[in-house]
């Protein structure tokens, strides 16, 4: 089955540190590879997406992720963590089912916690 | 300022009762979509609409119906027949439909509580 996951329900980091935050995916075809995050009580914000080229790629805030085909991983990263990191992160994956049809597959979500 | 703005921000329902959640957008966006958010369960699809007068079952419409008269708007109404109602709704756009190869535009979401 298709799926993409977030092996860690949580991440700790010090401020000034770097920080990952993990994504793991199971596609069949090319994966489109999207990263959100969430802070409390709002609605998710676009970060970063690989559809093709380049397998890194920046995104908003400092945020950067690897797209690691062997591996299948999209982690997000960012070199130096700061406390206004601190919320809830998603990886989502889009797919393409029997029939053509296309589906966004999100992960459960990383709570980041960044400690000053 | 282009975005999504749900409303309202808090919502009671009492047994038996439907409620409505709004949705509008000035993006100019074709697609929207609302889904309901659990802790710990991530994002699931409710239903989704590609274009006016058109929208599509996701993967826990029971319970739910939409309706998409205006391409701006997308209100959701939960219906007496979802029998576990609580949760966090989110509602989002975008500008590539079903192809989602194009981020999603998110509102700030509506907390729907039982009395």
């Excluded at chain 2, 274009?51 to 109404?77: C, H, M, W």
């Excluded at chain 2, 509602?91 to 509506?110: K, V």
Aim: hydrophobic share 30%; with cysteine.
């Amino acid at each position: 089955a298709q799926s993409v996951a977030q092996p860690e329900d949580q991440v700790k980091v010090a401020e000034g540190n770097p920080l990952t935050v993990k994504c793991t995916y199971s596609v069949s075809g090319n994966p489109y590879l999207f990263w959100y995050v969430q802070y409390p009580n709002r609605g998710l914000q676009f970060l970063l997406k690989y559809i093709t080229g380049d397998n890194l790629v920046k995104g908003s805030y400092g945020f950067e992720a690897e797209f690691n085909k062997s591996q299948t991983s999209f982690h997000l990263k960012k070199p130096s963590a700061l406390v206004s990191d601190s919320a809830l992160y998603f990886c989502a994956v889009r797919v393409v089912n029997a029939g053509n049809n296309r589906k966004l597959i999100w992960g459960l979500g990383t709570s980041l916690a960044v400690n000053p | 300022d282009g975005g999504i703005t749900q409303s309202p921000k808090y919502l009671f329902r009492k047994e038996g009762q439907n409620v409505t959640l709004s949705c509008e957008q000035n993006l100019n966006h074709d697609a929207m979509y609302w889904y309901r958010q659990d802790p710990g369960q991530g994002l699931r699809l409710i239903y989704y609409s590609q274009i006016v007068n058109d929208f599509q079952k996701g993967d826990i419409a029971e319970g739910y119906s939409v309706s998409r008269e205006k391409k701006e708007s997308f209100p959701l109404t939960v219906t007496s027949a979802q029998k576990n109602p609580t949760a966090f709704y989110l509602c989002a756009s975008s500008s590539s439909g079903t192809g989602y190869n194009q981020p999603q535009h998110f509102g700030d979401g509506t907390r729907l509580s039982i009395l």
